[in-house]
């Protein structure tokens, strides 16, 4: 059986632009897209709370409707998806449930599954808006990058977007109080190679103690 040459996560990581010219006639279907997704949701997150949720959109009329407000950004139209990530300021409404599959699972006793949900009950609700607020856009962040990555592993490409109106996407699309929109992940095949781009050197961004 022919096996694809997997490429390390280091070429990954390289090749890794942000590609915003797009095949416009190239499509990904739902299958790869919940692939790349289901995947990407192996991200580390706060108590394993996952406070990430994701709107795909693949309707060529609403994906022009979201490029109305994402700035006119026309890889908002051209990419095959969009993937909008969401956070999920109320986390803790998972607490039960996360730790109680974690125990039917066999990954922890009952006696630990009972005492994690009544620390992270002590904590989590009690915390104030801006700090869960805070705590989930982190772990969007580090799902988002997940995403990006195994697109490119995949052969292909992204952009992620904050240029977009926050309140017109709640409005439009129906996003509930809890949930704040955080990025917009265009995912296509290039058109158009990636600006160059540097990054300051690691030397002036380190230190040791
Ligand atoms: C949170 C975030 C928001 C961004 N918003 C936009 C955007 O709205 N439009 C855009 O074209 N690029 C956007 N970018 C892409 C950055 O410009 C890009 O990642 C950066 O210039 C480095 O280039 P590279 O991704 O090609 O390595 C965003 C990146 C991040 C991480």
Redesign the pocket.
């Given at each position: 059986m022919a096996t694809a040459t997997l490429k390390s996560l280091s070429e990954v990581i390289k090749e890794?632009?942000?590609i915003?010219k797009y095949d416009p006639d190239f499509k990904i279907s739902r299958q790869e897209v919940e692939e790349i997704l289901d995947e990407a949701i192996t991200a580390p997150s706060s108590s394993n709370l996952q406070p990430w949720r994701f709107i795909v959109f693949d309707n060529e009329n609403t994906k022009k409707e979201l490029r109305a407000i994402?700035?006119n950004?026309e890889?908002v139209e051209t990419s095959s998806v969009v993937i909008a990530v969401l956070a999920d300021k109320e986390m803790y409404h998972n607490i039960e449930r996360v730790y109680r599959s974690a125990f039917e699972a066999g990954y922890m006793d009952e006696a630990n599954m009972e005492r994690l949900i009544k620390s992270a009950n002590s904590t989590y609700p009690h915390a104030s808006e801006e700090v869960r607020k805070n705590i989930a856009f982190f772990d969007t962040g580090l799902v988002s990058m997940q995403i990006m990555l195994l697109a490119k592993a995949k052969g292909y490409d992204t952009?992620?977007?904050?240029?977009?109106d926050k309140v017109q996407f709640r409005e439009r699309f129906n996003v509930a109080d809890r949930f704040e929109p955080v990025?917009l992940i265009s995912l296509g095949k290039a058109a158009a190679p990636?600006?160059k781009?540097t990054r300051i050197p690691l030397k002036e961004i380190i230190e040791y103690k």
């Open positions: 890794r632009h942000s915003r994402a700035n950004q890889q952009v992620p977007m904050g240029g977009f990025v990636a600006f781009t």
